[in-house]
């Protein structure tokens, strides 16, 4: 386990990861970025695991993107290194939205730049009403190199998207709910017990079909109609034929709440 990220199991099925850097807001240099791949899918592969809530220690900042004292690409770097390098911040994005598990994001602070992306990343998004959000590129000429410019349209609609991206403008509190980013914005010391009880709420649900469903969304935009159907009615096969399936006809049928084992 890394020292830059922290792992807490606050329910039997629930893992917290924190971005632990809190005295440099939780910004990104490489040993963060490659822990943090590590350590979700150290996490996402225990099998009691059915859902993680991704935040930041402290209180101010979820990430504050990139440190600018150790950033792992610059400039001079020929383009093999330099993609090598932006390589590390997506891949924290390819991580999280290919994990088997949902991913709450509780944003505690700032999230600017590549700490926006990787939130934009998750399945689902919680704030304080502290919370800062912006892609925030722009402001040093830079584009949203990790996924931003992907995951946003796709979220708030192309125009909005656009205005984020373009002019670098920043959302806070329940405005960040108010333009589709968030699902609730919370009092600040009861972010993360709210981003927990959800979770809980979603590890509740069959573990393969949540798996499979988060697969079929998260392509949905990429696919035509016809591939969509293929791929689904694959996963409604692999879900037929799990145990938790024929639990929960059992449990509809004798009028109790079924008990899913994960296979």
Not at 34 to 63: H, M
Not at 147 to 164: C, D, F, M, Q
Request: hydrophobic share 40%; with cysteine; glycine share 8%.
């Amino acid at each position: 386990m890394t020292d830059a990220v922290l792992v807490e199991r606050p329910t039997e099925h629930v893992a917290t990861v924190f971005l632990d850097r809190p005295d440099a807001m939780n910004a990104y240099d490489e040993p963060l970025l490659t822990g943090l791949v590590e350590e979700l899918e150290r996490v996402a592969d225990e099998p009691s695991v059915r859902a993680i809530v991704l935040t930041g220690a402290g209180d101010r900042a979820f990430c504050a993107g990139v440190d600018l004292t150790d950033m792992p690409l610059t400039p001079e770097m020929d383009f093999a290194d330099y993609e090598r390098g932006l390589g590390l911040f997506q891949d924290v994005v390819r991580t999280i939205r290919s994990l088997s598990v949902p991913v709450v994001a509780a944003v505690n602070g700032y999230a600017l730049g590549a700490g926006c992306d990787t939130a934009l990343a998750c399945d689902f998004r919680m704030v304080s009403a502290e919370a800062t959000m912006g892609e925030t590129f722009i402001d040093v000429g830079f584009v949203p190199g990790d996924g931003g410019a992907y995951l946003l349209p796709r979220l708030v609609g192309e125009e909005r998207a656009k205005e984020l991206i373009f002019t670098g403008k920043t959302l806070t509190g329940e405005d960040i709910v108010e333009w589709g980013l968030a699902r609730s914005c919370e009092p600040a010391d009861e972010l993360r017990e709210a981003a927990v009880s959800f979770a809980e709420e979603l590890a509740e649900q069959p573990p393969v079909a949540l798996s499979q469903s988060k697969r079929l969304v998260n392509e949905s935009h990429d696919v035509d109609l016809e591939t969509a159907f293929s791929h689904a009615t694959r996963a409604q096969r692999i879900c037929s034929q799990t145990r938790d399936h024929e639990e929960a006809v059992a449990a509809f049928q004798e009028d109790r709440e079924p008990e899913f084992e994960g296979r």
